[in-house]
DNA sequence: TAAGATAAGAGGGACAT
DNA sequence: ATGTCAGTCTTATCTTA
């Protein structure tokens, strides 16, 4: 789950104590609690592609996946006749096999356009990658869903960029690895709008069952920003709880909420954190955070501590 | 200068037509 | 399929303490 990344140091504090979160992709310091959530170190092992046709240089792929390789690493031609080496018939073991080899072996080759079109959405991925910290199991998973995608003919007539950033951002909600549309968006180059159409396809036609974003992971994102101390972190953890209790935060966006419960903590210690600084840390507004804040003053058991 | 108030507009879900 | 409605969020501007 959590693994030690050698040689980096904390941009923060410089001490030689950042973990990663293997689920999220997340760096962040055991010190001083810094996140580094705009680039993933290279920090794994060198993986290199499995397929070299016509005799080129083993490339450096970029995740240890074979999900990620658009022909899953097979580019050879099975042998349609089950015998083996010496002309003798297969086990049968062996022949069920052959014979799923012999499956994915016709899917990669034998659907020319909709090879062209993974592999250069999984290049698209490939760079978002780079963009944005996204874990190898998020980018399996965007994989996955996006081959899911193309088999149902969704991409039809939309964009490749959406369509896989979409996968993406679903990947991330499923692995709740906390990213907003807008972080995804802001990778992909795309607008917000239509990835977000794309997604809500993807949701409807693969029945994708995702858990609801917990605004408590994204506190940690935003304290992190504005390196705020872990006692204000943990009272905005209470205040969610209470909102969260009252019914106040269902329907609401996770990083609004999570602003405004930072803000109230804001308000009991340290106070010289602004409504602006948290909009901005949060990508919500400031009219956001004060609506949220309204509806957290109306609650009967949320009383303002000073 | 920070915070609050207000208004207009976008986008999408629920529901009825 | 299309339109309406309530609700949310954003952008912009003005006022208040």
């Not at 917000?192 to 993807?202: G, N, P, S």
């Not at 858990?211 to 920003?225: A, G, L």
Request: with cysteine.
């Amino acid at each position: 789950m959590v693994t030690l990344t050698k040689d980096s140091n904390c941009l923060r504090c410089g001490k030689n104590s950042l973990l990663t979160d293997d689920v999220t992709g997340e760096q962040f310091c055991s010190k001083c609690g810094y996140v580094v959530s705009e680039k993933i170190n290279e920090s794994g092992p060198e993986w290199r592609s499995f397929q070299t046709e016509s005799g080129v240089n083993p490339a450096r792929t970029g995740a240890p996946s074979s999900l990620l390789m658009h022909d899953m690493g097979l580019s050879t031609v099975i042998n349609p006749i089950n015998k083996d080496a010496t002309g003798k018939p297969l086990s049968s073991s062996m022949k069920s096999t052959i014979e799923r080899l012999r499956t994915w072996d016709s899917r990669s080759q034998s659907h020319e356009p909709e090879d062209r079109n993974l592999r250069q959405a999984l290049n698209e991925l490939t760079r978002m990658k780079d963009k944005i910290a996204l874990s190898s199991n998020v980018l399996e998973k965007a994989s996955y869903l996006y081959r899911k995608a193309l088999e149902k003919k969704l991409v039809r007539g939309r964009s490749i960029s959406a369509m896989i950033a979409a996968s993406v951002y679903a990947a991330c909600r499923d692995t709740e690895t906390p990213r907003t549309l807008r972080d995804v968006a802001d990778a992909a180059n795309v607008k917000r709008k239509d990835i977000a159409r794309c997604y809500r396809l993807l949701h409807y036609e693969l029945q994708l069952k995702m858990p609801v974003v917990n605004p408590i992971q994204c506190i940690s994102r935003i304290s992190s920003k504005l390196e705020l101390s872990e006692k204000i972190k943990r009272h905005a953890i209470e205040v969610l709880q209470i909102a969260r209790d009252n019914k106040e935060s269902s329907g609401k966006d996770p990083m609004g909420l999570a602003a405004t419960a930072l803000y109230i903590a804001c308000l009991k210690y340290e106070g010289n954190i602004t409504q602006r600084d948290l909009a901005e840390a949060a990508g919500v507004t400031e009219v956001t955070i004060r609506n949220r804040f309204k509806g957290f003053k109306k609650q009967p058991s949320f009383k303002l501590k000073s």
